[in-house]
């Protein structure tokens, strides 16, 4: 059990240095932007590290080894431990951040997002159990891959009218979101459901209960970035550091009034 904390602490700690390193150098290539635009793409490199790093562990792990698909319920490996390890150093880590500066008050959609995420895991760590479905439920990392990438574009860009390659990535998105994040989604709530009779049932009501979260949550977001990025009748907007974020801006409430304050004023002096 230790040495599974240990490598929580080594994710964590690690994940910590590089959002300082990131932020360092955003500074200094981009000395004119805010402190929150600098501290979002920062977080945004630290994320797209975990999603690509989750990404190859989970697509390995199911194209290597069948059984995950076949036994979701019994078989264990110790393999993929670590890739279940590094995403829960990844959300405490991610969780501690949100509290150093400040964000968890507007950030509940994470909080109950994350918290579901690491109390599922060390289920799965303690038991031995439900690695098949675990990897299968870790594809959607292949699509936040694309996300953050996305997110980090359009931080950079902010225009509606960008380059060729970023229509693809924000083509590649989209359809990512239901190949990866609905799909998956979908069908472990069918295999509990409807399939399996060996899973406790106070284990699946829970495991039922965090994939419907987690479904509201894909609902949610899909309809946030076909909403700004102009998907299903939707026009494209342009996007800042506030509004970049397809789940809303996590910045601490005192901060989004102030400067909506300011942006008042500025428009009644313009009035005037």
């Known amino acids: 059990m230790m040495d599974k ?7 964590s700690a690690a994940l910590r240095g590089e959002y300082l390193l990131a932020r360092t150098i955003v500074r200094q290539k981009q000395p004119e932007w805010s402190d929150n635009k ?4 920062a977080v945004r490199v630290v994320s797209f590290t975990h999603a690509l790093v989750s ?3 989970c697509i390995f792990s199911l194209l290597t080894d069948i059984n995950y698909i076949r036994e979701p319920y019994d078989y ?13 150093g990844y959300f405490i880590y991610d969780l501690l951040d949100m509290y150093i500066h400040g964000e968890l008050e507007s950030s509940k959609e994470y909080l109950i997002h ?23 439920a870790l594809l959607v990392e292949v699509q936040t891959v694309f996300l953050h990438l996305r997110t980090m574009v359009r931080l950079i860009y902010g225009s509606k009218h960008m380059p060729g390659f970023v229509d693809v990535l924000i ?32 284990l699946k009501m829970f495991l039922v209960f965090g994939l419907s979260f987690l479904e509201y949550h894909n609902t949610h977001l899909t309809m946030a970035v076909a909403k ?8 494209r907007q342009a996007l800042d550091e506030d509004s970049c974020d397809p789940l809303g801006s996590v910045k601490k409430e005192e901060e989004k009034t102030e400067k909506s304050e300011k942006s008042s004023v500025r428009t009644a002096k313009k009035i005037d």
């Open 5 to 11: 904390l240990l490598v929580c602490g080594v994710v």
């Open 38 to 41: 600098t501290r979002l793409f």
């Open 55 to 57: 990404a190859l562990g």
């Open 76 to 88: 264990h490996k110790a393999n993929a431990e670590y890739v279940f390890l590094f995403s829960m």
């Open 114 to 136: 994350h918290s579901l995420v690491i109390t599922a895991f060390s289920i799965i760590l303690l038991s031995g159990r439900l690695f098949g479905l675990a990897m299968i």
């Open 171 to 202: 083509n590649a998105n989209m359809i990512c979101l239901f190949l990866f994040r609905h799909l998956p989604v979908c069908f472990l709530l069918f295999y509990l459901l409807v399939k399996d009779v060996k899973v406790p049932i106070l």
């Open 228 to 235: 700004s990025d102009g998907f299903f009748g939707h026009e």
